[in-house]
């Protein structure tokens, strides 16, 4: 009796789980780069290890072709610096999950909103407990879409 119970939880999981796998595979992000095209509001905030609390501040311009640039305002630790300036690339996947790497040497996993007007993201590197958040200054609307793919 207990193996039939255990094969039908089985079988309930597999059918129950199918869909999510099936839309898994389906891309949500088919503009991959050009997702990602103009400029956003940045906030991020967390604890470099070691140094202290650490909150910023800014806009960062995307360009829709993987290359992007970014001024913000960044208190470490209580430190204020102003007007700092980083350039750097990204990489749009077709399931929305996107990875960024920054001249001043920070890299990041981000998730991007189907439609490109958000994105959450999260520092990978070493000694680093920062995420944040990303909102498009201008959202997007068919004609930019239309315009981007085209490209």
């Known amino acids: 009796m207990t193996k039939l119970l255990t094969s039908w939880a089985l ?6 789980v199918t869909p999510l796998s099936l839309m ?3 891309a949500q992000c088919p503009l991959q780069n050009a997702t990602l095209h103009g400029t ?10 070691g140094v202290g609390p650490l909150a910023a501040a800014g806009e960062v311009t995307f ?20 007007g700092v300036t ?17 001249s001043d040497g920070s890299h990041y996993d981000y998730v ?3 439609d490109g007007n958000t994105v959450t993201w999260v520092e990978t590197d070493a000694g680093t407990v920062v995420s944040g958040t990303e909102v498009r200054l201008r959202p997007r609307d068919d004609e930019d879409v239309a315009l981007a793919g085209s490209q």
Not at 11 to 16: H, K, L, P, Q, T
Not at 40 to 49: D, L, Q, S
Not at 63 to 80: L, M
């Open 11 to 16: 079988a309930a999981i597999s059918f129950a």
């Open 24 to 26: 898994a595979t389906e």
């Open 63 to 82: 360009d829709g072709k993987g290359n992007s640039v970014a001024t913000y305002t960044v208190s470490v630790n209580g430190t204020i610096h102003k």
């Open 40 to 49: 956003y509001v940045v906030y991020g905030t967390g604890t470099i290890v």
């Open 112 to 114: 991007v909103a189907p």
């Open 86 to 102: 980083v350039t750097g690339t990204y990489t749009v996947n077709l399931d929305c999950t996107a990875s960024h790497a920054e």
